[in-house]
Each structure stands twice: as C-alpha cells, then as structure tokens.
C-alpha cells in the first residue's frame, strides 16, 4: 500500500524558516519523481514543487521560486521541502505527492503568522 506521511509543520514568524519532511512507503520512491503541492485556506490545491527521480532537475512556482528548496533522500524514501523567507501567504496544508498524482496524505500544516 502506497503512504506518504508528511510531517515538520507549525506556526513561524514571518520571515522565517522551516524544513518539512514526507516519509514515503509501499512503491519505489527512487524511481519517481515527487512533488510538493499545498491547499490554503478556502482554496484549492496549487503545486509547489517537483524534483526528479535522481535529484538532478527541480522546478518551482513562480511564488516560492528562490525562497523554497526541494530535496530528496532515496537512501531513506524521504522527500524534503525547505522553506524561508516565509510569508503569511504561505499559510496552508503542504503534501507530497508521487509525480502529478492527488495527495494520499494527512498533510503537514504550516503557519506563517507575527
């Protein structure tokens, strides 16, 4: 059974950083690529990120593009999304999702509030 578990979440300050993590299971992550897609409040799921399956080619939203980064361990099945200069804008539930498909997860909620 396929899981994607995110975790690494909370509340920051405007400004700030945060590193969150989703722990993947049950298909071969190192064969796939990953992404990044968040759901604000009130709104629809909007992609984030993807990172190809070695690593070597990311690509980023125009809204967080050289604010976040997009990582990956195939070592450890673990996709990671690193996060600064956040802005109250990028308040939202963040998942992980295998390529362009829905998310599966619970998803990690990330607050960006003073």
């Known amino acids: 059974e396929v899981q994607l578990v995110e975790s690494g979440g909370g509340l920051v300050q405007p400004g700030g950083s945060l590193r969150v993590s989703c722990a993947a299971s049950g298909f071969t992550f190192s064969q796939n690529v990953m992404s990044w897609v968040r759901q604000a409040p009130g709104k629809g799921l909007e992609w984030v990120s993807s990172i190809t399956s070695g690593g070597a080619v990311t690509t980023y939203a125009d809204s967080v593009k050289g604010r976040f980064t997009i990582s990956r361990n195939n070592a450890k099945n673990t996709l990671y999304l690193q996060m600064n200069s956040l802005k109250p804008e990028d308040t939202a539930v963040y998942y992980c999702?295998?390529?362009?498909?829905?998310?599966r997860g619970q998803g990690t909620q990330v607050t960006v509030s003073s």
């Open positions: 999702a295998i390529r362009d498909s829905p998310p």
